[in-house]
């Protein structure tokens, strides 16, 4: 039986539990399907972190040190290697890990800091062969990153938000040649600061109102085809082009990882998929609270620590309601 379940160790996740902590309830566990704590800040290596909470510019994997070091210093308990399977609206909580085999938890209160999930290629609906060569922005940042990997030598990059441009400099970085970033929109949906680091500072097209309308390859990708949208978000008849390159990472949006808490009886936005909460970050079902990036598209990491100490102080404060 713990005080609070603290489900995701990510900025969000960590900073909720700190304060927590530091609020007086000391029975308190992080549970982290990862290896380590901190979330994905452990694959950003670039810098534009720690602004907000430590008026220093951090790359991310020093950000996520930061907040790991406090929860150290606090003596907070933590599963890693741990994956959550079942939650129920009385905060029962059924966890797995290799260690441990099937775990039962049971917690006075839970914080959802869970995070968001990118979309794969069978959701944006790109046709094509089924090849290699595609995966998503994560995917290929984890694996040049952390394993020391590069997923390919020439790259085409559908999507321009930060983790896009971000991947597109960090691609050419190694090595590798992008061939170009599309975007379907009229605008870069990036960051100004990684618009002008990543896409200007090292001459890599940005082809605004296009899409790929088909991937080509046999074992491999061998390139894509790309058309210009209308206003409308219609093809342009003829205005197809063919790009040759060896992989595809698809850069667009995330959904939020609210499965769980669905399962609990929470409520969520049907157009977001996001999940409700009230002006204390508590969801719709009492003592289940959440923060970070499972409630907010492209949240970055000083705003979801920001907002994990707000769910840790609303959650204390629930709690010692609950002890009077």
């Known amino acids: 039986m713990y005080d609070v379940v603290i489900i995701g160790g990510g900025p969000a996740g960590l900073a909720a539990s700190a304060v927590v902590r530091s609020a007086g309830m000391d029975n ?34 020093e ?3 930061r907040l790991i070091d406090e929860i150290n210093r606090l003596g907070i308990q933590y599963k890693l290697n741990t994956t959550v399977l079942e939650i129920s609206s009385d905060k029962e909580i059924v966890a797995v890990s290799g260690a441990e085999g099937i775990i039962n938890i049971k917690a006075a209160a839970v914080i959802f800091a869970v995070g968001r999930r990118e979309m794969p290629r069978s959701v944006i609906n790109i046709t094509g062969t089924r090849c290699s060569g595609i995966l ?10 952390l394993d020391g990997y590069m997923p390919g030598k020439e790259a085409v990059i559908f999507g321009s938000g930060d983790i896009g441009l971000i991947m ?13 970033v599309i975007e379907q929109q009229n605008y870069c949906r990036g960051n100004e600061r990684y618009q002008e680091e990543c896409l200007q500072d090292f001459d890599i097209p940005l082809m605004l109102n296009h899409t790929i309308v088909g991937i080509d390859g046999d074992d491999r990708v061998r390139g894509i085809r790309a058309a210009q949208l209308d206003d409308k978000g219609n093809l342009l008849e003829g205005s197809e082009k063919y790009i040759d390159c060896d992989t ?21 936005s049907l ?24 409630l907010h598209e492209g949240m970055e990491a000083d705003s979801a620590v920001i907002e994990g100490y707000r769910a840790g102080r609303s959650t204390a404060d629930y709690l010692m309601g609950l002890k009077k």
Not at 248 to 268: D, N, R
């Open 28 to 61: 308190i566990l992080i549970i982290d399907r990862e290896n380590s704590l901190g979330g994905t800040l452990n694959q950003c290596i670039h810098t534009g972190f720690g602004l907000q909470v430590f008026k220093e510019d951090l790359t991310g994997t």
């Open 63 to 65: 950000f996520a040190q």
């Open 136 to 145: 998503t922005a994560g995917a290929a940042q984890k694996l040049i990153n």
């Open 168 to 180: 597109a400099r960090r691609l050419v970085i190694e090595g590798a040649k992008v061939k170009a």
């Open 248 to 268: 595809v990472l698809l850069a667009v949006e995330t959904v939020p990882e609210s499965g769980l808490a669905v399962q609990a009886g929470a409520k969520t």
């Open 271 to 294: 157009e977001t998929g996001a999940l409700y909460i009230d002006e204390n970050m508590q969801t719709t079902i009492e003592g289940i609270f959440a923060c970070g990036s499972v």
